[in-house]
């Protein structure tokens, strides 16, 4: 039986394939998964069990559940001072995987071309394959705090771009964006007549300023595929369940590809969403303080270790560097792991420009995190050692 060649070619997510070496040791603190280490607030949780008590075990709209759409159509124009059409610019996805899935889908024709920002999260690149288009890399560098600007979209861009990704905060970096910062890479998207694929789904973990949509900026909204979902904020990963809004005409293409390989989400993650939408300010506060907590310290530890590291303006990761040791990033990773149990992500799975750099999550305890900060001090003490 023959594979299609397409697929063949694809390699392995480097995450997945890295962690496939942590199955089976034990006593390792991982600081690799990009996964809340918060358990989904009880009252999502007992919103769910009702749900299926009441006998909420159907399918819904392809579209997703109407009052869920109405629920997130309020919590934008309250939180974010977005309109959006519930009925007609908005659908609930599986995760916002499904999501960025379905949009390269709807829009792309064999050999057109996407601007995606390196590093970047694994799955961009390969989507774009998989949807018959051509990955575009804007590299990105620690100088510039891994930020995204006019002048690199420009010396990346070519013909044929049809759209671009921008995702922040950032997976793996934590950069983030300021309004006046948005604006620039806006006045880039207008001028070639850009779509922006826009992944926000880490916009409630924002430390340092108040996160801007994309789609608020003037003349943005009519180019913005704004995607967002309920893992990270709401601690949800495992109701796997995302949304799209946008103009109408792209997601009924979203949605029409969606009614054929999903149909739609599973009832009893909509049902629990509704409530952490209604109902679940308090508890993403309280995450965010312990993150930004975890965060000042993870990223003043690495620092003191020699490993230059870039404060994150968002999301629960640090990007540090390992420049100078000699050694590549995926060499790094799997010696911590033999030698100290710490696991982490090779920066390669992030981008080619990437080896020199590893991703740490501090979405794991405190204690955790002094203890893999310890850790890593004694293999670094050790790898200096064999110089």
């Excluded at 989904?40 to 009441?54: G, K």
Aim: glycine share 6%; charged share 25%.
């Amino acid at each position: 039986m023959q594979v299609a060649k397409l697929v063949e070619e694809l390699p392995p997510s480097g995450i997945r394939a890295f962690f496939d070496l942590v199955l089976g040791m034990k006593d390792v603190i991982s600081l690799g998964v990009g996964e809340p280490d918060f358990v989904t607030p009880w009252n999502v949780r007992e919103h769910a069990i009702y749900s299926l008590e009441q006998g909420y075990t159907s399918y819904t709209s392809n579209k997703g559940l109407p009052e869920l759409r109405k629920d997130i159509a309020k919590f934008l124009k309250w939180r974010r001072g977005l309109e959006y059409d519930w009925d007609n610019e908005m659908l609930i996805t599986v995760g916002v995987s499904e999501a960025m899935d379905l949009v390269f889908r709807a829009i792309l024709n064999p050999g057109e071309k996407v601007l995606v920002h390196e590093p970047c999260f694994v799955a961009y690149a390969p989507l774009v394959k998989l949807a018959g288009g051509e990955p575009v890399a804007v590299i990105t560098t620690a100088e510039e705090h891994f930020k995204v600007t006019p002048r690199k979209l420009e010396q990346a861009y070519t013909k044929g771009v049809k759209a671009m990704i921008l995702n922040y905060p950032c997976n793996p970096t934590g950069t983030s964006y300021t309004r006046q910062e948005l604006l620039g890479i806006a006045r880039f998207a207008k001028k070639h007549d850009l779509l922006v694929i826009s992944d926000e789904v880490y916009d409630e973990l924002s430390y340092d300023f108040e996160h801007t949509p994309l789609a608020s900026l003037p003349g943005m909204k009519e180019r913005v595929i704004y995607l967002n979902g309920f893992s990270k904020a709401y601690a949800m990963t495992g109701f796997r369940l995302g949304w799209a809004a946008g103009p109408a005409k792209i997601l009924a293409a979203m949605t029409k590809i969606h009614q054929y390989t999903i149909m739609c989400a599973p009832i009893t993650s909509q049902m629990a969403a509704r409530e952490a939408m209604r109902n679940g300010a308090k508890d993403v506060q309280a995450m965010v303080r312990e993150y930004n907590r975890r965060r000042n310290f993870i990223v003043a530890s690495l620092n003191e270790l020699g490993l230059t590291c870039h404060m994150p303006q968002g999301a629960f990761y640090a990007f540090p560097s390992i420049k100078g040791l000699g050694i590549s990033s995926l060499d790094f990773a799997k010696e911590l792991l033999e030698r100290e149990k710490v696991a982490l992500v090779p920066g390669n799975a992030f981008g080619s420009q990437c080896s020199d750099h590893i991703r740490i999550s501090y979405a794991s305890s405190y204690d955790n995190l002094r203890e893999a900060v310890a850790r890593i001090k004694k293999y670094m003490e050790w790898r200096r050692g064999k110089k």
